[in-house]
Structure formats: C-alpha cells, structure tokens
C-alpha cells in the first residue's frame, strides 16, 4: 500500500478536494526503495489507465529522476477539481492503492496555472 505524505503539510490532499476550481494540474512526487520501481511504474501504469477513462480526465505523464534517483513525478491535468475527486474517491481506484509496493510514499497536490505578465498566460 502507497502512503500518502503531503506536499504541503499546511494544505493536504484531502483539504484541496474541497475546493472548487478548474482547469487543474495534480502534481504527485513518489519515492520508492531502489528495488521497487518495476512495481511503482506497473501500478501507476495501471491507475493511468483507469484514470484516462474518467470524466474530466486530460492527460498524464511520469517522469523519472535523473541517474540513479528513485524518484518519480506524475502531473495529470483535469477539467475540475470534481472530475479529479469524482476519480479519486472511486472505491475502484481507492482499492488500486494497495498495489503499489510498500515502499512507495506518494505527495499529491493540486495546482492552477496562472497568467504572469510577459512569461505565461492562464
């Protein structure tokens, strides 16, 4: 089973999930022991996949860090805020986490982009 640490111990997860907004990006920092990848990447493959049949689901990508790291980075952009708790609360997915190797630690945390004048627009 994954355990779940905050990104941002002052605003969790779960207190993100409350609120109401969109278009958002999940971004999710995972570490697992070396030994352990092969069965972080296979089951994130398998919620990706899951998760790309959801409403309000956009795309996704994992990166790995470079050399010899065991740290991974997911984004995944959503419609809404809803869509991405819709997906999240599912008892199907809920379940899904405890396939991830024991010692897999996941930081999940929302983000919306935003327009700053002269680098990037919302």
């Known amino acids: 089973m994954v355990t779940i640490k905050p990104l941002d111990p002052d605003f969790p997860i779960q207190q993100q999930l409350g609120q109401e907004a969109g278009p958002v990006v999940l971004v999710n920092l995972f570490t697992v022991d070396p030994a352990d990848q092969e069965g ?62 024991s010692t897999a630690v996941t930081s999940p945390h929302l983000f919306q982009k935003l327009a700053v004048p002269s680098c990037c627009t919302a």
Do not use: C
């Open 40 to 101: 972080l990447v296979e089951a994130w493959r398998n919620d990706a996949l899951w998760m790309k049949q959801q409403p309000g689901y956009i795309s996704t990508q994992l990166h790995k860090a470079v050399g010899e790291s065991s740290m991974y980075l997911n984004y995944a952009v959503w419609d809404s805020i809803a869509d991405f708790r819709a997906a999240f609360a599912n008892p199907e997915f809920q379940n899904a986490l405890s396939h991830y190797p």
